[in-house]
């Protein structure tokens, strides 16, 4: 198995590491799901404050649960509904401070206070979201969407 040494530096650092070890994970591996899985895991085990780090798929027009870590979460979210939905219609990167000052935030885990939602785009398409939460406000910054931003590009051309 890989070893990983993810450094305890500054953000730029951590993501940097992390996403060396993400495109170690799925070289040469095409199976959507298994990539997805590695990738909640990683990012589950290097970013602290998390109470959720996962995928929801882009099936039939919705959005449908995937890997994650965490609690159980909603299986089907609709496209234009909630954060996930929000950064699906939109094809941008949804970072929220306070989800519940979000319009139509869906509340999966009642002690979610932020989120970040990256979509994972391939030649314009949506192929899912990437999903994390926090229990603390404010968790997610400029640096964490940037460096989630770059986990997905990476990831967006493993899935198939």
Not at 38 to 59: C, E, H, K, T
Not at 64 to 69: C, E, H, R, S, Y
Request: aromatic share 6%.
């Amino acid at each position: 198995m890989y070893q990983f040494d993810v450094a305890a530096g500054s953000k730029a650092e951590l993501y940097r590491d992390m996403l060396a070890a993400l495109d170690a994970l799925t070289d040469g591996e095409t199976d959507a799901i298994a990539n997805m899985a590695n990738a909640s895991a990683l990012i589950w085990q290097y970013l602290p404050d998390l109470n959720w780090a996962g995928f929801y798929r882009m099936v039939d027009g919705e959005l449908v649960l995937g890997p994650f870590q965490g609690k159980a979460a909603c299986i089907r979210i609709p496209v234009g509904r909630g954060v996930c939905g929000t950064a699906a219609a939109e094809r941008t990167t949804q970072l929220v401070e306070d989800v519940h000052a979000f319009p139509g935030h869906i509340a999966c885990d009642a002690a979610s206070r932020s989120e970040l939602v990256v979509p994972l785009l391939r030649d314009g398409v949506v192929l899912g979201v990437l999903d994390l939460d926090s229990p603390i406000p404010a968790r997610f910054d400029a640096a964490d969407a940037a460096g989630c931003e770059a986990l997905a590009a990476v990831l967006s051309k493993r899935l198939t």
